[in-house]
């Protein structure tokens, strides 16, 4: 798919999505944010969640037409989707909006070909996607970057749940071969997610962002029996994450120098 999708957003939307693709870590090998990139990544990660919900409330719908007569019900259905996406059109026009376009990769052509395909019925690709890119904005941050990191995020919560060790390779390349992970948690202020871990000498903490890619190993996960209460671990995942927030403030304080 060589054609740019245009589409019109509310302006807040925007900015949160640009502001989440610098926050988030997504890239360019210069070090520039990749919006592009960013703007795929989401919809391959969000567009199944976003279209069960989506499918949910039409079910919803239905059930609550059952009082109307079968040959009307379709017709019916059909006319309540235009006024909830009608409404919604509206609410968008009273704030201010701005245009903007992302080139379709890869990565995303299966998922763009099943939205306009399957998932599309009554409405644009691109009221479609406002709406979609509207619901993501409305998440937690913390909830934002797991959809954006979901591959990573799923390896790891699998690789807790299974208790085995990871393969932790980071943004900077930097290579942990042999991590215990006991913990992924969002920050006191819910704005980002740390990787709580043991290497079999140290704590590991790390942003959830600054992963490029994890690995599940074969080996038992050797967590030390001190992190195996919950309330300590919790307390524990709260005095790492408010360390690492601690020391980038001092970070950002030398560099202000």
Do not use: W
């Amino acid at each position: 798919m060589d054609e740019k999708i245009k589409i019109s957003l509310p302006k807040s939307v925007l900015e949160t999505l640009r502001k989440d693709c610098s926050d988030f870590k997504i890239l360019k090998e210069n070090g520039q944010t990749n919006v592009n990139l960013f703007i795929n990544t989401l919809i391959v990660n969000y567009y199944e969640s976003f279209s069960a919900n989506e499918e949910s409330l039409h079910n919803e719908i239905r059930k609550s037409l059952n009082l109307v007569p079968d040959r009307y019900k379709e017709s019916v259905f059909n006319d309540v989707i235009k006024i909830f996406e009608r409404k919604n059109e509206i609410s968008g026009m009273k704030k201010e909006t701005a245009t903007f376009s992302f080139k379709p990769t890869k990565i995303s052509d299966k998922a763009i070909s099943f939205i306009e395909n399957i998932v599309l019925q009554h409405e644009s690709i691109s009221s479609f996607y406002r709406r979609m890119f509207s619901s993501y904005v409305q998440k937690t941050k913390n909830e934002r970057e797991k959809i954006i990191h979901k591959e990573n995020y799923t390896t790891i919560t699998k690789a807790i749940k299974t208790g085995i060790k990871v393969c932790i390779e980071t943004n900077k390349n930097t290579i942990l071969p042999c991590v215990s992970i006991f913990s992924i948690s969002p920050a006191k202020d819910e704005l980002f997610n740390y990787v709580l871990g043991f290497d079999g000498k140290n704590n590991v903490t790390i942003r959830l962002a600054s992963i490029k890619h994890v690995s599940l190993l074969s080996t038992k996960a050797e967590i030390p029996e001190i992190y195996l209460s919950d309330k300590l671990n919790v307390r524990l995942s709260t005095l790492c994450i408010q360390a690492t927030t601690n020391q980038l403030r001092f970070n950002l304080q030398i560099k202000a120098k």
